[in-house]
């Protein structure tokens, strides 16, 4: 089944059960905010991609003010690397398994 909306706007038409591209899967500033709950400002991001502390964005188009994305598996390793970076803290604040109190 062909989408009415492809019709419409003179793409070519793209099955509905279509398989998702193959590729990375690329994030954009809104998604990486919803999706990955990454909370930081653009200026924040931008920051943290110069000293090396978050995943760089790929740019997306030419000119003056380019889209950009992230790759989601940059992120994903970003945040995974985030969890073990606590895990491994809360181990040697409390390397006998107690709480602190």
């Given at each position: ?37 990454i909370p930081f400002s653009r200026s924040e991001l ?56």
């Open positions: 089944m062909i989408p009415p909306e492809s019709k419409k706007r003179g793409r070519p038409p793209v099955p509905v059960n279509a398989p998702p591209p193959s590729g990375p899967r690329l994030l954009t500033y809104p998604e990486l905010r919803a999706r990955k709950g931008r920051r943290r991609e110069l000293k090396g502390t978050f995943p760089r964005h790929i740019t997306l188009g030419e000119g003056l003010n380019p889209s950009i994305a992230w790759i989601e598996s940059e992120v994903d390793a970003y945040i995974a690397a985030r969890m073990e970076a606590r895990r491994a803290s809360a181990e040697v604040a409390q390397p006998d398994g107690r709480r602190g109190q």
